[in-house]
């Protein structure tokens, strides 16, 4: 299987702060690769340092074999990394339909004068083009009956899919999902869990995704890479992970007899033991 995301040696300083200490890991096509870790363990730190918007002290990341450490953040979605953020980033007066639309900005061929031309230049060919991808992705995660609706006037879970919908039009073929389940309650979570599953498998993308949430985690990823104190601690199966002493070592507190999530809910303890 080739290699999709190859992150090598990687170092991330702010001030005394070290946010991350030589951490390397790859992430294969078609792989669901998730990165758990307590609070502070610096998952967004990476996530950050890939999709451009922290440049690594120290270290390089290479997709598909382009070395993309001092890229700027606006030459990722170029190359087919797309991103969904942990706090959401959408545009909350926008319509749904329009925030979806916006994903695929960097898609649009036509400019300002050719799509003044727009029957003759292809722009109006090319702007249904784009209606029928962004209705594909409706679609796909059932967001027909919200559409039009204001993005800003949609509950949380609702919100969060919107986004996942907004990175997806970008067409990625690595697509980042930071916390994508935060917030949510237990059937949101399962639908996003099948959503994440399913445009993996059926869209073919590459996912790398941070979530707290372990059982989700252990559930539906392919590997999964533990951070603790900025430092790489595990990679493994989901089963190997658990069961590695230096991952219960950084989820428990020297006293605690179940292993616990960061939020200090019990997790899968029976696979733990
Ligand atoms: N912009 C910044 N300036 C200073 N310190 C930062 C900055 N971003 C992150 N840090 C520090 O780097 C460390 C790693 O933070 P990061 O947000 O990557 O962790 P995390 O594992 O994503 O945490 P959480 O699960 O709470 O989101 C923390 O000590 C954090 O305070």
């Given at each position: 299987?080739?290699v999709?995301?190859?992150?090598r040696?990687?170092?991330l300083r702010?001030g005394g702060?070290?946010?991350?200490?030589d951490v390397?890991f790859a992430?294969?096509d078609g792989?669901?690769f998730?990165?758990?870790g307590?609070?502070g363990?610096?998952?967004?730190?990476?996530?950050?340092?890939?999709?451009?918007?922290y440049?690594p002290?120290e270290?390089?990341?290479?997709?598909h074999g382009?070395?993309?450490?001092g890229?700027?953040?606006n030459a990722?979605?170029?190359?087919g990394?797309?991103r969904?953020?942990?706090?959401l980033a959408?545009f909350?007066?926008?319509?749904?339909?329009?925030n979806?639309?916006v994903?695929?900005?960097h898609?649009?061929?036509?400019?300002f004068?050719?799509?003044?031309?727009?029957w003759?230049?292809?722009?109006?060919k090319?702007?249904l083009e784009?209606?029928?991808?962004?209705e594909?992705?409706?679609d796909?995660l059932?967001?027909?009956?919200v559409r039009k609706?204001t993005?800003g006037?949609l509950?949380?879970?609702?919100?969060k899919?919107?986004?996942?919908?907004?990175?997806m039009?970008?067409e990625p073929n690595?697509?980042l999902?930071d916390e994508p389940?935060?917030?949510?309650n237990f059937?949101?979570k399962?639908?996003m869990?099948?959503?994440?599953?399913?445009l993996n498998?059926e869209?073919?993308m590459?996912?790398?995704m941070?979530e707290h949430?372990?059982?989700?985690v252990?559930d539906?990823?392919?590997?999964?890479?533990?951070l603790?104190f900025?430092?790489?601690?595990a990679e493994?199966?989901?089963a190997?992970?658990?069961?590695?002493p230096?991952?219960?070592?950084?989820y428990?507190?020297e006293?605690?007899?179940?292993l616990?999530?960061p939020?200090h809910?019990?997790?899968v303890?029976e696979?733990?033991?």
């Amino acid at each position: 299987m080739a290699v999709a995301l190859d992150v090598r040696g990687v170092s991330l300083r702010f001030g005394g702060v070290r946010a991350l200490t030589d951490v390397s890991f790859a992430v294969n096509d078609g792989e669901l690769f998730s990165i758990i870790g307590p609070n502070g363990a610096g998952k967004t730190s990476i996530v950050n340092c890939i999709s451009g918007r922290y440049r690594p002290t120290e270290g390089q990341l290479f997709y598909h074999g382009t070395d993309i450490t001092g890229l700027n953040p606006n030459a990722r979605p170029g190359l087919g990394i797309g991103r969904t953020f942990q706090n959401l980033a959408l545009f909350h007066h926008m319509s749904v339909l329009d925030n979806i639309m916006v994903g695929r900005h960097h898609l649009l061929k036509n400019n300002f004068l050719t799509g003044s031309l727009y029957w003759l230049t292809g722009a109006r060919k090319e702007e249904l083009e784009h209606r029928r991808k962004v209705e594909e992705i409706i679609d796909f995660l059932d967001l027909q009956s919200v559409r039009k609706a204001t993005a800003g006037t949609l509950p949380y879970g609702l919100r969060k899919r919107v986004e996942l919908a907004r990175a997806m039009a970008l067409e990625p073929n690595l697509i980042l999902l930071d916390e994508p389940m935060a917030g949510m309650n237990f059937e949101e979570k399962e639908d996003m869990a099948r959503y994440i599953v399913d445009l993996n498998e059926e869209y073919g993308m590459t996912v790398m995704m941070i979530e707290h949430d372990m059982d989700v985690v252990m559930d539906i990823s392919h590997r999964v890479m533990v951070l603790d104190f900025g430092r790489k601690i595990a990679e493994g199966d989901p089963a190997a992970v658990l069961a590695d002493p230096h991952v219960k070592r950084a989820y428990l507190g020297e006293e605690d007899e179940a292993l616990v999530d960061p939020d200090h809910a019990p997790i899968v303890a029976e696979s733990a033991a």
